[in-house]
């Protein structure tokens, strides 16, 4: 079945300076992945998705890489802000639209 | 405005209570979803409706049941509940099922089990 990983629990990182975060997975059949943002007593929120025909989509201070050779996805956040601190998740898509959901990055930005 | 309201946000109850869980969208999309989130663990699906039919249920005991009268909301009866379904049970809703696209969450209820 399919599975997602994390590849860090925790990121901190100082304002101003860029983020990845990164997540493996391992069906290569999905075509679908997206990126949630979680903030403290909030719902997951949407950042960005990519289809598995594209290899990099670009958003507002998003960017999401997708390798489908090492199963690899990454997000980056560029000039990471205070309020860029929130839980990061990663999700596949596991049939029709079915989320396989990661266990999440925690992004602490220090000043 | 997230579109996904949940209520309540947060609700404390006896192993022998019956209790519910709304969750009401207002983006007009035809799937809706309940997760389970507990510390450390990925977002666990639930169930999912399409079109106000159970599309899925995955494994979910049976002191959990959902109902959908229509495709605006979404309702998790429930009864006889264990300390480890404390979680915070996310509802999310999708346009469609056919193709993948971004599910729109709500804020969540955070249920505690006494």
């Known amino acids: 079945g399919e599975s997602v990983g994390l590849h860090l629990p925790t990121l901190s990182v100082q304002e101003g300076d860029n983020s990845i975060i990164n997540c493996a997975y391992s069906n290569s059949a999905s075509d679908y992945f997206i990126w949630y943002k979680q903030e403290s007593g909030k719902g997951p929120q949407f950042i960005i998705d990519i289809r598995s025909n594209m290899d990099k989509r670009q958003g507002q201070r998003v960017t999401v890489l997708l390798n489908k050779t090492v199963k690899h996805l990454s997000l980056q956040i560029a000039a990471t802000q205070p309020g860029d601190s929130a839980v990061y998740f990663c999700a596949l898509s596991g049939g029709y639209n079915k989320l396989i959901f990661g266990a999440g990055t925690r992004l602490a930005v220090h000043p | 405005e997230t579109g996904v309201t949940q209520t309540p946000r947060h609700l404390v109850m006896g192993m022998t209570n019956k209790k519910s869980l709304k969750c009401e969208q207002h983006?007009?999309?035809?799937?809706m979803y309940w997760y389970k989130q507990s510390a450390k663990k990925p977002l666990e699906l639930m169930f999912v409706?399409?079109?106000?039919?159970?599309?899925e249920n995955n494994s979910v005991p049976s002191r959990f049941s959902p109902e959908c009268p229509n495709s605006s909301h979404l309702f998790l009866h429930l009864h006889t509940l264990q300390p480890e379904d404390s979680a915070l049970y996310l509802c999310?809703?999708?346009?469609?099922?056919?193709?993948?696209?971004?599910?729109?969450f709500g804020d969540g209820t955070r249920l505690s089990i006494l």
């Open positions: 983006l007009g999309h035809n799937a």
């Open positions: 999310a809703s999708s346009q469609d099922l056919g193709s993948p696209e971004p599910q729109h």
């Open positions: 409706y399409s079109l106000e039919e159970r599309v």
